[in-house]
């Protein structure tokens, strides 16, 4: 049974810094592609940044460019997420999300299986 929860969530300030976990377990993350995705309160949910299984590969929203960073340490089986110079309009639920096969670092939500509880980003101005 694969899970994935995520922690590290909370209130910060604009301009302050966060950083997710998503400790997985019942399957390893060192072979697949994983992914972060938020959801603000009345939208529909929308990517963040994904990183290839090897890690090579990493990919961001545009709009958190240059202050996200994605990161995985298979070793751990726990993917990451940094979050610095946060934003009120950054405010959501986080999700982290693993490929049920492929390696590849993706974008679309729909090629994802597994999904996380999610973790409450709360940022104010």
């Known amino acids: 049974q694969v899970q994935l929860v995520e922690s590290g969530g909370g209130l910060v300030q604009a301009g302050g810094s966060l950083r997710l976990s998503c400790a997985a377990s019942?399957?390893?993350?060192?072979?697949?592609?994983m992914g972060w995705f938020r959801q603000a309160p009345g939208k529909e949910r929308e990517f963040v940044g994904t990183?290839?299984?090897?890690?090579?590969?990493?990919y961001y929203k545009d709009s958190v460019k240059g202050r996200f960073t994605i990161s995985r340490d298979n070793a751990k089986n726990t993917l990451y997420l940094q979050m610095n110079s946060l934003k009120p309009e950054d405010t959501a639920i986080y999700y982290c999300?693993?490929?049920?096969?492929?390696?590849?670092?993706?974008?679309?939500?729909?090629?994802?299986?597994?999904w996380g509880q999610g973790t409450q980003v709360t940022v104010s101005s």
């Open positions: 999300a693993q490929r049920r096969y492929a390696s590849g670092a993706s974008s679309r939500s729909d090629d994802y299986d597994y």
């Open positions: 019942g399957r390893t993350i060192s072979v697949y592609a």
């Open positions: 990183i290839s299984a090897s890690g090579g590969s990493t």
